[in-house]
């Protein structure tokens, strides 16, 4: 059962965010304890395509989702996928998307991204740096291929829009893509790189290891479900399955399922939604690829990684109830097929799915509401691992009342 004693700070969710946040503010001398209904890591962050996509600095989506709209609720196995049952409720979260895509909030969101992935390559270094375990990420660049002679024009488009941003971003000939990555196939054109990205060898024991790190600096765990919760002058209260839980402060970082436990703290309805991303783990291939690779024209990631190749991507829109289509994971490998000299061997793989969560603005809540008695951190959508060790930082000086301007974007009171 859970204790009733007071504890500085609960956080609610031991994903990659949650895990990182409770890390920090134990250094900062909280008592810390962290809840979630599973063990530490084992939700989205389990997942992830392990790229540390610094260069993602567009919203999920631009207006070209309005024509693709018809075959996002047609084709169960394309890249960008809305299930037709989900629709009418889908709907009010869509239209806020595509308001999000005029002019000024696109720009706004642009550089509320950007802001964040500006600062996360450092923080990730600092973090991991911090518990000993640099080599958990290779920070090796990334790469973008393209294939036909058509997507060139998109590819130049794009790297010029990159550059506005000043993103550090490379042109490679089809030559140096060879040279780089021989076992691709020499067939691609050419592609984009992007230096200041890397990627993590392990997701999950990423987080396993900060959560161990969380745990000798004196966090406490509790795996319970909690239910809701209620304000009051000494702080805060938590109700879950394995009863209450009493707090001065409580962060909620719980992902895709942050919604609920926010509107009964806040008062406030968050717009907030999941992306259902997919992965295939091929634990034969260890030797394909030197650093992460994206397909533009087949719109998927493929990882190297301790435990083999990671095929990741895809965006479905079907809710947090509704069963995974576990034949989206395997549609990746039927993608890959043509990217390699020899075909990846899908011998003893094994695919997933995992809840993204997105705002319609395709940035995340970092706040502190409610006299300071609750912080929010999440709504990351994709960009949770990357985005997870700088938004640690800054929930730490929220919780000092240290707060600075730039955390402006993603305050709660803009819904």
């Not at 060879?178 to 984009?192: F, I, K, T, V, Y």
């Not at 900060?210 to 809701?228: M, N």
């Not at 806040?266 to 634990?283: F, I, K, N, Q, S």
Request: hydrophobic share 45%.
């Amino acid at each position: 059962m859970l204790e009733t004693a007071e504890t500085d700070i609960a956080v609610v969710g031991a994903g990659i965010v949650g895990v990182a946040c409770a890390l920090q503010l134990a250094r900062q001398g909280r008592r810390v304890t962290l809840v979630d209904r599973q063990a530490p890591g084992l939700g989205a962050s389990f997942g992830n395509a392990g790229h540390l996509a610094t260069e993602q600095v567009f919203p999920i989506a631009d207006l070209s989702i309005l024509k693709r709209l018809p075959r996002m609720l047609l084709d169960p196995m394309g890249p960008l996928r809305l299930d037709w049952k989900y629709l009418p409720k889908a709907m009010p979260w869509f239209t806020r998307l595509l308001l999000n895509l005029r002019p000024a909030p696109f720009q706004r969101s642009v550089a509320g991204i950007r802001t964040l992935n500006e600062g996360s390559l450092g923080a990730w270094q600092r973090l991991l740096g911090s518990i000993g375990r640099s080599e958990l990420f290779q920070e090796d660049g990334s790469l973008l291929v393209f294939e036909k002679p058509e997507s060139r024009q998109a590819l130049e488009a794009l790297r010029t829009r990159m550059q506005q941003q000043a993103v550090p971003v490379d042109f490679w000939s089809a030559e140096t893509v060879r040279e780089a990555a021989p076992q691709l196939s020499p067939s691609l054109l050419g592609g984009l790189f992007f230096p200041r990205t890397g990627h993590f060898i392990d997701p999950y024991r990423v987080v396993c290891e900060l959560f161990e790190a969380a745990k000798a600096s004196g966090v406490r765990f509790v795996q319970a479900q909690v239910d809701g919760g209620q304000l009051h002058s000494a702080g805060v209260s938590l109700a879950s399955d394995q009863g209450m839980l009493n707090a001065r402060q409580v962060l909620v970082s719980c992902g895709a399922h942050s919604a609920k436990l926010t509107a009964a703290l806040t008062g406030t309805r968050v717009p907030l939604d999941t992306e259902r991303g997919y992965h295939l783990m091929l634990p034969g291939e260890h030797q394909r690829l030197p650093f992460a690779v994206t397909s533009l024209e087949r719109k998927f990631i493929m990882t190297p990684m301790a435990d083999g190749l990671r095929l990741a991507g895809t965006v479905e829109f079907a809710g947090l109830q509704a069963p995974p289509s576990m034949q989206r994971a395997w549609q990746l490998h039927r993608l890959s097929k043509g990217l390699f000299r020899h075909d990846l061997s899908v011998e003893g793989a094994t695919p997933w799915m995992g809840f993204r969560p997105s705002l319609p603005d395709s940035l995340p809540v970092i706040d502190r509401v409610c006299d300071g008695r609750v912080l929010l951190a999440f709504g990351h959508q994709h960009l949770g691992l990357t985005q997870a060790a700088v938004t640690a930082e800054w929930v730490g000086r929220l919780a000092e009342q240290a707060g600075g301007p730039e955390m402006g974007a993603y305050r709660l009171d803009r819904f």
